[in-house]
């Protein structure tokens, strides 16, 4: 158990919809990072917040959006899905800004877009 | 950009050495990591050998990293059906938005045969 925790585990919708997935980093981990795995894309890295201000930016579509709160749990918001949206979205954290600090990865949520 | 390559396929059985072959472009990483995903769960990090360094033991993994040809290996001696699983490379992402976060290979799925 890495200490990153992730809800939903599983979550199935249609397309055009919008929906919230949540992670909650490690006692302690003030950067949540956003990853995406799906099978033709592989694992892509998607945002990364550090003490609830955006530190870095990957591959994330304009549908998609991200915060982290003042106790520090982040969201990733998902709108007008498509099918390809499909993956499994994972939440990593560590302590500091991310250089050279470990990332602990949680048990991610399995996005299914019918 | 940067770039990691991995082969998708391993298959060893009980008892042999597994090694798991991965590529790296940035020739900037300072660290490069390996990552292990066993079915439905999260990335759990398995070890990390920072870029001044030619090899690192850690039990039964040793990872051997080339920097002049930029590729790095993994080695589990005594492969047990309980390492069966996807072995994800992953280095840190130096350019653009990517800088600090990381980059992952598609991964090896490694099966290991009683």
């Known amino acids: 158990d890495s200490g990153v925790t992730q809800t939903p585990k599983h979550l199935i919708t249609a397309t055009g919809q919008r929906v919230t997935l949540r992670c909650s980093p490690r006692?302690?981990?003030?950067?949540v990072y956003w990853y995406q795995q799906s099978l033709d894309q592989g694992l892509q890295f998607l945002i990364q917040y550090y003490n609830g201000e955006e530190r870095a930016k990957g591959n994330i579509l304009e549908r998609f959006s991200a915060q982290q709160f003042p106790d520090l749990h982040s969201e990733l918001n998902l709108s007008s899905l498509e099918l390809g949206d499909s993956a499994l979205y994972f939440c990593?954290?560590?302590?500091?800004?991310?250089?050279?600090?470990?990332?602990?990865f949680g048990p991610g949520t399995r996005l299914t877009v019918t | 950009g940067e770039d990691v390559e991995q082969s998708l396929f391993l298959s060893v059985r009980e008892g042999d050495s597994s090694v798991i072959n991965c590529t790296y472009t940035d020739s900037s990483s300072t660290y490069l990591y390996w990552y292990k995903q066993e079915p439905g769960a999260g990335l759990q990090l398995l070890t990390y050998?920072?870029?001044?360094?030619d090899m690192k033991q850690d039990q039964r993994l040793t990872v051997l990293l080339n920097k002049k040809d930029k590729h790095l290996s993994l080695r589990i001696a005594d492969t047990q059906t309980g390492d069966s699983a996807i072995y994800f490379c992953?280095?840190?992402?130096?350019?653009?938005?990517?800088?600090?976060?990381?980059?992952f290979g598609k991964g090896t799925k490694l099966s290991v045969k009683p």
């Open positions: 990593a954290s560590s302590v500091g800004p991310g250089e050279i600090d470990e990332q602990y």
């Open positions: 006692s302690g981990d003030l950067s």
């Open positions: 050998i920072f870029s001044n360094m």
């Open positions: 992953a280095e840190r992402g130096f350019y653009g938005g990517s800088q600090g976060n990381l980059i």
